[in-house]
């Protein structure tokens, strides 16, 4: 079982860049898929990235194509979310999760077997 806490969110303006983290308890990290979603007030949690035990693959939806990256470090137990050129509309809460089965989780949330508790990011205009 795997412990997930996430930390970086807050208030910034339109065009302001976050980076969010999930530390990760265990020592087993490495095992797990990794996956960012978010969730808008009264809406299903949506895909934002997922990222490979290894860290070689990643994916992205199209809404923040080409202005978040996802990373991680398996000597940390850390995967990150940078998040450039922000919008109003990625105001939510941000998630990380943690797949222990498949290499690659991609973007269904039901991959994903444990949850940390979330951070609000607020991007005003």
């Known amino acids: 079982q795997v412990q997930l806490v996430e930390s970086g969110g807050g208030l910034v303006q339109a065009g302001a860049s976050l980076r969010l983290s999930c530390a990760a308890s265990?020592?087993?990290?490495?095992?797990?898929?990794m996956g960012w979603f978010r969730q808008f007030p009264g809406k299903e949690r949506e895909f934002v990235a997922a990222?490979?035990?290894?860290?070689?693959?990643?994916d992205y939806s199209n809404s923040v194509k080409g202005r978040f990256i996802v990373s991680r470090d398996n000597n940390k137990n850390a995967v990150s979310l940078q998040m450039n050129s922000l919008k109003p509309e990625d105001t939510a809460v941000y998630y990380c999760?943690?797949?222990?089965?498949?290499?690659?989780?991609?973007?269904?949330?039901?991959?994903?077997?444990?949850w940390g508790q979330g951070t609000q990011v607020t991007v005003s205009s």
């Open positions: 999760a943690a797949d222990p089965v498949r290499y690659y989780s991609g973007s269904s949330p039901t991959n994903y077997d444990y």
């Open positions: 265990g020592r087993t990290f490495g095992t797990y898929a």
């Open positions: 990222i490979s035990r290894s860290g070689l693959s990643s």
